[in-house]
């Protein structure tokens, strides 16, 4: 077949059209949060999350009734249109007491978080920039205190310090920070050695500068990832410690002493386990979810 | 290798000292004294009390005669139960937790394989969602939640299994299962990415290329290799399921060494904790040392000379 060649044109070529680029440019936080959004799980979790916060904060005014206050007229009822999630030993409102018992375990979760991201940068980060003698001192003694059982410390400590909120956080961020500060070195070991941070330093940038600026931020996904994954361990741990008895002091009510209170009525009055139960492992699911989410979404040589 | 074990020993031995080290001193530092329970002692009874426990040397002796009994596997009297020392309590609820630790580990690597084995060969399937759905739930519901629903629905309110005490094989099953769900969870979403990643593998393809049956591939090929993450996991395992056995054996009414460590925190029976805490530190720490020396035997690619500088 013959085609004539009056039939082709020529365009000719436009340089400014070829370095066009047609995709609307995205910052990294902005392609996280697409590939964030895709996963189902992950944004349900994120959806459970924000509703568990909101009640957490709103919960507790939702109800006439205070999460202290004894009423024994009406001890032990199960759950109405006057007492939503029905009442405990000593008539307390068990809908009041789960969110309160939501502040509590929330709190301790982000507060264990913190405390182990701001002993962990700090310690990882200038373990891994200093390198050397000091590197190789400060991660044997982090590998050391890493020996040491969690749990078992953890126990140790409240036994010790008598039980309270302030002990808690301490006890479990007393090696907690160690996963955080194994992570953080490992990054800035990596990053130290990036042509950029070389240019930083050749225009005379000193290192706090260089910590803050360079190598922490390009850290920040694995950074987020382990703190969201360190807040539901921390809530388990509340639960579990708070369940053998060596949690909070009453009035005060946290999940777990509502489950350590209802364990002994399970046979008359299962909702005063349940509902605590049921809200510790909706909250730790939660959190779990949004932390693989992140965790593909951060870095898409990890999925699957 | 027989630096490496000698360098995790030692290791092991400074972080074992650390603890019996910081046990010892917190329970100086703790309020109280063992015998303040009591009523108020005549003070040479009391003199005499000290005297036999070794309490009236100065502290420095009495830290170097604690480390030597350790040593010696003495872990002392129990403040408490005046005729049993903490060694009675170790011999008479180890064996029952090792039971029901061991049914739970069982359970645990059998269910977790299999999950991951069949989320990994169906992968983006329902099959594989199920799967993965079930290990998230296994990993978000705490052992002791767990444990307390399978009681109320299956033995209370269905009466399949007993609801508590130690008896019979029955009366183990709903222990082990409420504290193998956590690892189970866990050992089914290691074995599933495990298992997506070997299959991915140039070997897999050859395999298939020279006719094996999908059968032959998973079973010969794929789980071996597979199973290298599983084996780093057994060490976590173990704390785990002992660190459950706190409070699964206190809510089945299981006369195990957990309960009984649960039972001395509420009392306040110092030497039962110190005891206790020091023997399951020895316990973990030697169960991840075997665990880590196990995978350099099973995957000779390990280097176990220790990382070298900088990496």
């Known amino acids: 077949m013959q085609i004539s060649k009056d039939k082709f044109q020529l365009v000719g070529t436009k340089i400014s059209e070829a370095e066009k680029i047609s995709k609307p440019s995205l910052s990294f936080w902005k392609d996280v949060f697409i590939r964030f959004r895709k996963n189902k799980l992950a944004m349900f979790g994120l959806v459970l999350l924000a509703i568990l916060i909101f009640m957490a904060i709103f919960g507790p005014y939702m109800t006439e009734y ?239 | 290798m027989a630096k490496y074990i000698g360098k995790r020993l030692l290791y092991m031995l400074i972080s074992l000292w650390l603890i019996i080290t910081a046990t010892f001193f917190f329970m100086r530092i703790a309020p109280g004294n063992p015998f303040t329970s009591e009523k108020q002692l005549p003070p040479e009874i009391e003199a005499n009390l000290n005297a036999h426990y070794g309490l009236d040397k100065p502290w420095y002796a009495q830290y170097g005669d604690y480390l030597l009994k350790v040593v010696k596997w003495d872990f002392g009297p129990s403040f408490k139960y005046k005729s049993q020392t903490v060694n009675d309590l170790i011999s008479e609820g180890f064996p029952v937790s090792f039971i029901l630790g061991m049914e739970a580990i069982l359970l645990a690597v059998a269910f977790g394989l299999i999950l991951g084995i069949i989320a990994a060969l169906k992968h983006n399937k329902w099959q594989d969602y199920t799967a993965m759905i079930i290990a998230v739930a296994g990993i978000s519901v705490p052992s002791f939640i767990m444990a307390t629903f399978l009681q109320y629905f299956l033995a209370i309110k269905m009466g399949i299994f007993p609801v508590a005490r130690f008896e019979t094989f029955m009366h183990t099953v709903l222990p082990a299962l409420a504290l193998a769900s956590t690892p189970m969870a866990f050992i089914a979403r290691l074995t599933r990415s495990s298992m997506l990643e070997v299959m991915s593998n140039d070997y897999i393809k050859t395999a298939k290329a020279k006719g094996l049956s999908q059968g032959v591939i998973t079973v010969k090929h794929a789980i071996r290799n597979a199973l290298l993450p599983v084996v780093t996991y057994m060490g976590p395992l173990t704390a785990g399921i002992l660190t459950g056995s706190f409070v699964i054996e206190r809510i089945f009414g299981i006369p195990g060494l957990g309960a009984h460590f649960v039972t001395s925190i509420t009392n306040r029976d110092y030497t039962v904790i110190m005891g206790v805490t020091v023997f399951y530190s020895i316990i973990l720490l030697a169960s991840i040392l075997l665990v880590d020396i196990a995978y350099g035997i099973i995957d000779p690619r390990i280097k176990l000379a220790g990382g070298k500088k900088g990496e």
């Open chain 1, 66 to 304: 205070d999460y202290a206050t004894n009423d024994l007229t009406n001890k032990n009822q199960a759950p109405s249109s006057e007492h939503w999630f029905g009442t405990d030993d000593l008539g307390r409102d068990v809908f009041a007491r789960t969110w309160e018992g939501a502040r509590i375990s929330i709190f301790i979760g982000v507060a264990a978080a913190l405390i182990d991201l701001f002993i962990g940068v700090l310690w990882g980060g200038i373990s891994g920039y200093k390198g050397g003698r000091t590197d190789e001192m400060m991660m044997r003694f982090a590998d050391v205190l890493y020996g040491v059982p969690y749990l078992l410390l953890v126990i140790l400590l409240m036994v010790v310090l008598g039980q309270g909120l302030g002990t808690m956080i301490l006890a479990m961020t007393i090696t907690g920070w160690i996963n955080m500060a194994r992570i953080v070195r490992g990054q800035v070991l990596s990053l130290k050695s990036q042509e950029y941070v070389l240019a930083s330093k050749t225009l005379g940038a000193n290192t706090s500068r260089i910590m803050a600026k360079h190598l922490i931020p390009n850290s920040m996904a694995p950074i987020l990832v382990t703190m969201t994954l360190t807040i539901p361990n921390a809530i388990f741990t509340e639960a579990f410690l708070s369940f053998i008895g060596l949690g909070l002091t009453p009035p005060l009510a946290s999940w777990g002493t509502m489950a350590n209170d209802g364990l002994p009525a399970i046979r008359y009055y299962p909702w005063r386990l349940f509902f605590p139960a049921i809200f510790i492992s909706l909250t730790i699911f939660a959190f779990n979810v949004v932390g693989d989410g992140l965790r593909d979404a951060l870095d898409p040589r990890l999925r699957k």
